[in-house]
Structures are given as C-alpha cells and as structure tokens.
C-alpha cells in the first residue's frame, strides 16, 4: 500500500470509490483505506449517504431481527476483556440443558422470533458438537424457530459437517483482533490462545459445506482502522477461494463486563468511529449482512440503521437462562434493553420495514448464489416480499395494541402495491397456514 496516496485522498478519488460501491463492486485494500483516511466531515456525511444507499439498493428497506440464546458461559479460555473467562472466579455458571434451551427457545418463538443465534462459549466436554447437534435438533423438533444460527468455538472439519447436517444456517466466529501481538496479550491460555486454529475456522467451515458464515472483529481490542482493513483483506481472501465471503459481518464494540480484565480505553472505539466502520463494511462488501448487536445504546443502534446496517438483535440477554432468570454472569453490558416490540415500533417509525423472514435458508439461496443475487439486486426483492409476508405472520399472531395497528396499516400501504401472486400468499396466512415466503 502506498502511503503517500492514502494520507490526503483527494475527493474526486474517494467519490470514484463511491461510485464503484454504488455499482455493487467489492472494493479492494487500497480503496478501503482511502476510505479509512478520510477526516474531512462534509465528506464523510457523503460517504454515509453512499452507505445508506447501497444498503437500499441491496436490501431495499428491510430490518430483520434476530434474537440471541446463550446456551453456556463455562469457557476454557480466558480473554481478558469476556465475563465469561475461566480467570473470573466470581462469574456465575450455567449450561443449559436441551429441555431448558428448548423451552427458552419456544417462548422466544411465541414472542414472534423465526430466527435465534445460538451463542456458546468453549468447552469441548460440555458445549462440544454432540451438546450442539442435541440442541440444534430438539430446538427445530419442539418449537417454531425456523432457522439457528450458531456462534460457537472453531471446531474441526469433521465436526462442522455434523453442525450443517443439523441444519444450522449460518456459522458465525469472530477472530476478535488479527493483530498478533494484541491477540496473544488477550488470549493467554484454552484454545482461543492458537490464532492459526482460529484464523483456518472459515476454510474449515466452508470445506464442510457451511456456504453461509458470519464474521468480525471484537472492536477496541487494536487500532479499529487496522483490524477493519485486516477482516475485509480476510473477507476478500474467502471471495477469491470459493466465490462467496462472509454472508454477514458484526461490529460488536468492546463493552465492560463483570471480571474482564482488558483495558477498555487503550485503543476506544468512538460512537463516530463506529458510525464509519458500519458504512465502511457497507461500501467495501455491498452484499453482506451487516449486524448490530445489543451492546449499543438504542439511540446509536436507529442510526446505524440508516448508514448501511441490515440486521439487528432485539430484547436480547446475553446470560444463559437470561430470558427466564436476570442477573447471572452476562458476557458483556446490554446497552439496548428495549424490547422486540419497541425496536420494531422504532424501524418502523423510520420508514424502515422489520422483517422475521428466514425464506433463503428454506429456499437454498446461500453462498455464491446469494452473493451474485445481491449483487444483481434481485435480493431485495425477495426481501421486500418476505419481509411482508413474514410481519402479516406477525400481526395474526403475536402483535397487540398499537403496534398490531401501525404494522396493519404499513402492510396495507404495501400489500396495495403487490402483485396479485403475493396477495394471495397474504390470503394463505389469514387462512391459517404459516411459513408462506417466496
Ligand atoms: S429474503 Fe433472504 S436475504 Fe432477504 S430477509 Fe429473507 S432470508 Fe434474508
């Protein structure tokens, strides 16, 4: 990378890279870092723009939400910023059974979530992939959630296919920071200290089938300019191997969490900081989901939604057990505590459309052929009508007051737009019949 071109990116430059993201392209590591160096304000509000517009024309105005469940926080490891470390002695342990995952993921279900994130910390003995492939199975069995995703500890090819057979949509791991000297100062013991075995978790993921995997970075662990670069120069490498990336990207920002023992303001994540990351992970990869988890404060989190965020979580605990029971060892400080139903009253009051919709998962549009389906903006598409199709579920089911009315009158705005084939997909539901998408 040439220095001296990236220290003043002039703006006729920076708008040529805008308009190569505006076109769908992948940008490569020298855009993103013209990117990265712009300090000029007008020209970031611009740059915001772009992202919002990109997001648009990709998804066009869905939101989908997702919630987290916790299955466990006994962890081998012990990063030092996680509240779930081996080294903190005053953490409170839980793993759920599978009546109990079971039984958290069926109320989450009656609330109106079609899709979780099953979120494991490292354990081989107790969260290994036979505790896995037991909850995945008695979830799908027992409940009306449609599709899991799973965060959990890298793990070898063999067991990664047992996890798809189950029928785990997206593989999510993150590499917390890609900067060496910094991961090996966090990550001192368990596991988690081989940054090569984490580093391979995708190549693994994706030789055992997984086409779909979510990634990141743990925000404030290193100079975020550097780290952001590092995850989209991964991404790119995962591009050119199999001809898909990541299917989503996280920006979860290092929070404080009850024993962690990192310095939280060494290398601070700003809520500007994070505005840019979000539009930078937008234009640099069009196609990807981009999530926001609950670790942000509400007010920061309807912003990013409009700066080229697509997915978001909602009335999350981060404990397991957390839904039944508050006040056991959380990962990390929730900064959002509003519920699904206020967060989908806030979407909606910003012209944005909350979407339950798990139809690709159903529908084998994964991988490649979902990213060229993005890039070609026939995605949105799909999505506009799902999104629809899956708040009509919504509303007939789990909406009440003066949410059920907004939606209602939102879904009557849109249904009047609709083709006569969507209609009656709208007229299935009211019939009874559920799980109708395109
Ligand atoms: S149509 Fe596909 S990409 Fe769009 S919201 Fe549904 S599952 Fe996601």
């Known amino acids: 990378m040439k220095r001296k071109e990236i220290t003043k990116p002039d703006i006729s430059r920076i708008r040529d890279v805008l308009s190569k993201s505006l076109d769908l392209q992948t940008l490569n590591l020298t855009e993103v870092s013209a990117l990265l160096d712009v300090s000029d304000k007008e020209l970031w509000l611009e740059i915001f723009d772009t992202a919002r517009l990109v997001k648009e024309k990709v998804y066009g105005r869905r939101i989908v939400l997702f919630a987290p469940l916790y299955l466990s926080n006994e962890c081998v490891n012990d990063c030092l910023y996680c509240g779930f470390r081996k080294g903190n002695k005053d ?49 799908y069995d027992n409940t009306g959630v449609r599709i899991l995703h799973v965060n959990s500890a890298p793990m070898s090819v063999e067991d990664f296919r047992r996890l798809k057979a189950s029928g785990v949509g997206v593989y999510q791991c993150f590499q917390e920071t890609y900067h060496m000297p910094s991961y090996r100062h966090l990550h001192r013991t368990g596991m988690k200290a081989d940054y090569a075995w984490r580093l391979g978790v995708m190549d693994r993921a994706v030789e055992a089938g997984f086409e779909d995997v979510g990634m990141g970075v743990l925000l404030g662990l290193y100079d975020w300019r550097w780290d952001v670069a590092a995850l989209i120069a991964h991404s790119r490498r995962l591009i050119n191997k199999y001809g898909f990336g990541p299917h989503t990207l996280s920006v979860p920002r290092l929070q404080p969490a009850q024993g962690s023992a990192a310095d939280h303001l060494k290398y601070r994540v700003t809520d500007e900081d994070l505005r840019k990351i979000v539009a930078i992970y937008r234009l640099a990869l069009p196609y990807v989901g981009v999530v926001v988890s609950t670790r942000e404060p509400a007010g920061l989190r309807d912003e990013l939604l409009s700066l080229g965020a697509s997915q978001i979580s909602a009335g999350s605990k981060t404990s397991p057990w957390g839904y039944m029971k508050e006040g056991d060892t959380e990962q990390f400080e929730i900064g959002d505590t509003r519920s699904l139903e206020e967060v989908m009253e806030k979407i909606a009051s910003l012209g944005l459309m909350p979407s339950l919709c798990t139809a690709c998962y159903r529908e084998g549009r994964s991988g490649e052929r979902f990213k060229h389906l993005a890039e070609e903006t026939a995605i949105k598409n799909f999505c506009h009508e799902n999104a629809i199709l899956s708040l009509k579920e919504y509303v007939e089911d789990c909406a009440t007051g003066e949410l059920k009315e907004r939606l209602m009158k939102m879904l009557n705005e849109e249904i009047a737009k609709c083709s006569n084939g969507l209609i009656d997909k709208f007229k299935l539901i009211e019939d009874g019949k559920r799980d109708v998408h395109i």
């Open 91 to 139: 953490a409170v342990r839980k793993t759920l059974t599978v009546n109990e995952a079971v039984e958290e993921a069926a109320m989450l279900a009656n609330r109106g979530y079609k899709r979780l994130l099953l979120v494991a910390s490292e354990h081989a003995k107790i969260t290994g992939i036979d505790y896995l492939e037991r909850i995945v199975n008695a979830i």
